[in-house]
């Protein structure tokens, strides 16, 4: 069975940083593509980052291009968001997600696992 598991969200004050990580078991996806997106209250779920099997490749979404970053540690099965100078717009419930390719994508159709996902709230 797939299983996806975030953690490391909690409240911050704006400016603070956090860590996200997302540990993959019950398949080893170190050769396939995996991307974070985030939903905030009444609003869609969107795309954050995606990363490559490889990590050549990364993508962001404008709005946390320079201030957040996303890396992979294929021994441990586990991707990570790095997030620094976080703002109030950036609360939301943030997912992990994994495709069945090696490639990145912005896309959230493109991924067929997905995790529970972990609160990221930001006060002013």
């Known amino acids: 069975q797939v299983q996806l598991v975030e953690s490391g969200g909690g409240l911050v004050q704006a400016g603070d940083s956090l860590r996200l990580s997302c540990a993959a078991s019950?398949?080893?996806?170190?050769?396939?593509?995996m991307g974070w997106f985030r939903q905030a209250p009444g609003k869609e779920r969107e795309f954050v980052a995606t990363?490559?099997?490889?990590?050549?490749?990364?993508y962001y979404t404008d709005s946390v291009k320079d201030r957040f970053t996303i890396s992979r540690d294929n021994a441990k099965n586990t991707v990570y968001l790095q997030m620094n100078g976080l703002k109030p717009e950036d609360t939301a419930v943030y997912y992990c997600?994994?495709?069945?390719?090696?490639?990145?994508?912005?896309?959230?159709?493109?991924?067929?696992?997905w995790g529970q996902g972990t609160q990221v709230t930001v006060s002013s």
């Open positions: 990363i490559s099997w490889t990590s050549s490749t990364t």
């Open positions: 019950g398949r080893t996806f170190s050769r396939y593509g």
């Open positions: 997600a994994v495709r069945t390719n090696p490639y990145s994508s912005t896309v959230s159709s493109d991924y067929a696992f």
